[in-house]
């Protein structure tokens, strides 16, 4: 099997940045192949705007989704742009691993989707390649991410709200959207508030899931 870790965290020594090595780690030692991309040591540009159409097909008005599918026709998709859309096709499984800030990706890891995943890529609206029909199909998806704060504030009676909502409405807009499916997600809460012996425990509950993804 072959696995794509997108991995947004500015330091490599966080518990994000190890629960990136274990799960190339642990899927490396089941077999399987694992590409990274770490999108901090990339220096990865986040932001989709003109520069990435050096050939415009309407130099009067910016309209990225139909820039988007001229540049798949036309074959100029920039060089950095192209390799991570390389290694979607090369992937069976995603795992997305960040930090939750602000009840959201990093911006880092949103610019990573919004300059990827091109309309006439990873979908297109032209032919109504979405959801079930979606290009995409076939290949399977998973958030694995941290909280500052811990579950109990991410309840219907917490001050954040139920997370669940915000995990479905990513795996629904952005996973489900391009045909793929949603792997459950992995989640440590509040980890600053943990003792080593409950890190350790999420780690091995972590392992665990990776093996038999």
Known sequence: MNVLIIYAHPESESLNGTLKELAFDTLTDEGH????????????????????????????????????????????????IKEEMDKVLWADVIIFQFPIWWSNFPAILKGWVDRVFYNGFAFNLAEMQLYGNGPLKGKKAMLSFTTGAPRELYTDEGPHGEIEVLINYFNHVLFEFVGMEALPYFAIFGPGDMSEAEREAELDRFQEIIKNI
Do not use: C
């Open 33 to 80: 192949l694992v590409q990274v991309s770490d999108l901090y040591d990339m220096k990865w540009k986040a932001v989709l705007d003109e520069d990435d159409f050096p050939e415009r097909m309407n130099t009067e008005l910016f309209n990225p989704i139909m820039e988007q599918l001229n540049a798949v026709k036309e074959g100029a998709i920039p060089l950095d």
